[in-house]
């Protein structure tokens, strides 16, 4: 069984293998509405339903049969791609697997993600130390390098990102999660052209995607604050219109994804006029973030909800939640950029501030906790 709604590379390796050596019987599956990072759109591929309202026990019982006449079909037709495109091919012959080997190895790989686990809440040095614990990137497993690349990110070490995905064997790189990564650490390091340049190569090649229309959003929200900061009224309004339209995008791809929501519903608000669409959006927005809590998927999108509601008891209640999550470094800065914009934009308006600017001093002081902005 293979669920292809997942951002592992490692599932790409293990569906490739499988393909090769098995003619039938492999499974696929993906969650309504979810997005996959592979081209496997006419595959037959049985689609789930997330928990959620809307999801009933006889809809998770009828998956459950269809999952299971799936397995216990006699599979007549073959269901690789290699094995239907390529005449003559057959499975080639496997060892017996040697089980003490297979548990060294997933033994070393337990060992190395509680590494980098350890290594993201000390900081940038001591992951740079894990990686030196790796050795040769290119023989790691798939998955280990992600979570080294994931670690980079989360001390926001931009420039070590780059320098990680130079490092990796092509197959790994080129992987949709990666190369999303790769845009989000060039735009960070102020490489935006390069980055957006990505991000539309995988916009064409793989389709909608809300985590790709989200850091393209990013790149113009940037380049709107740049534009700002330097007194270019008429880019600073062509780049938030931008902005505003990628990530609209995103959330309407997928309307679970929260980031992209609150972000388009925060540009909505500070344009001159304020976009009558950003009251639309919110009651999306609230259940997204119930769904998220719900999952247990902790986000700081609480506080960004109520400050741009204006719920001022709502937002101190949801900063002391903040305070007490371990949120890394550049996510306590994304949170303080938020609401320093939406500060500024009602300033503009002549509207009371004094509690937004309680609520970023606070976010600047969980900053200073952590060891300063991320660059």
Do not use: C
């Not at 990072?37 to 999801?55: C, D, H, K, Q, W």
Request: hydrophobic share 40%; no cysteine; glycine share 6%.
């Amino acid at each position: 069984i293979v669920d292809l709604t997942t951002s592992n590379p490692n599932v790409l390796y293990e569906l490739g293998l499988r393909h090769a050596v098995r003619p039938s019987r492999t499974v696929l599956m993906k969650a309504d509405g979810g997005e996959s990072p592979f081209n496997l759109v006419a595959s037959n591929t049985l689609i789930y339903r997330l928990m959620g309202e809307s999801v009933t026990f006889n809809d998770a019982l009828e998956f459950q049969q269809r999952l299971a006449s799936a397995l216990m079909s006699e599979a007549s037709e073959h269901d690789s791609p290699i094995f239907r495109l390529i005449e003559g091919y057959t499975a080639p012959q496997i060892a017996a697997r040697d089980d003490d080997a297979s548990r060294d190895r997933a033994q070393r790989s337990n060992e190395l993600k509680q590494i980098l686990v350890a290594a993201r809440a000390k900081g940038v040095e001591a992951v740079r130390e894990a990686e030196q614990q790796l050795g040769d990137i290119k023989t790691q497993d798939p998955g280990i390098v992600t979570d080294l690349l994931q670690a980079y990110r989360s001390v926001g070490a931009w420039e070590d990102m780059l320098a990680l995905v130079g490092k990796m064997p092509a197959p790994l790189a080129e992987t949709v999660v990666v190369r999303q990564q790769l845009a989000l650490a060039l735009n960070r390091a102020g490489r935006g052209e390069e980055a957006e340049k990505i991000l539309r190569q995988l916009l064409v090649a793989q389709g909608a995607s809300s985590e790709t229309y989200g850091l393209l959003g990013r790149i113009y929200k940037d380049r709107w604050q740049q534009a700002l900061h330097s007194g270019d009224s008429t880019h600073a309004s062509e780049h938030l219109k931008r902005a505003i339209e990628a990530y609209r995008n995103g959330f309407e791809t997928d309307w679970r994804d929260v980031y992209t929501g609150i972000n388009a519903a925060m540009l909505m608000e500070v344009k001159t006029p304020s976009d009558a669409e950003k009251d639309e959006l919110i009651p999306v927005i609230r259940y997204a973030i119930k769904r998220h809590r719900a999952a247990q998927h902790p986000e700081y999108w609480d506080l960004d909800l109520a400050v741009l509601t204006g719920d001022e008891k709502g937002a101190h209640n949801a900063l002391s939640h903040v305070a007490s999550m371990g949120l890394t470094r550049w996510a306590v800065e994304s949170a303080t950029n938020n609401v320093r914009i939406i500060r500024q934009a009602r300033e503009r308006r002549k509207q009371n501030v004094g509690w937004l600017r309680q609520i970023e001093e606070r976010l600047l002081k969980m900053m200073e906790g952590r060891g300063g902005l991320a660059s």
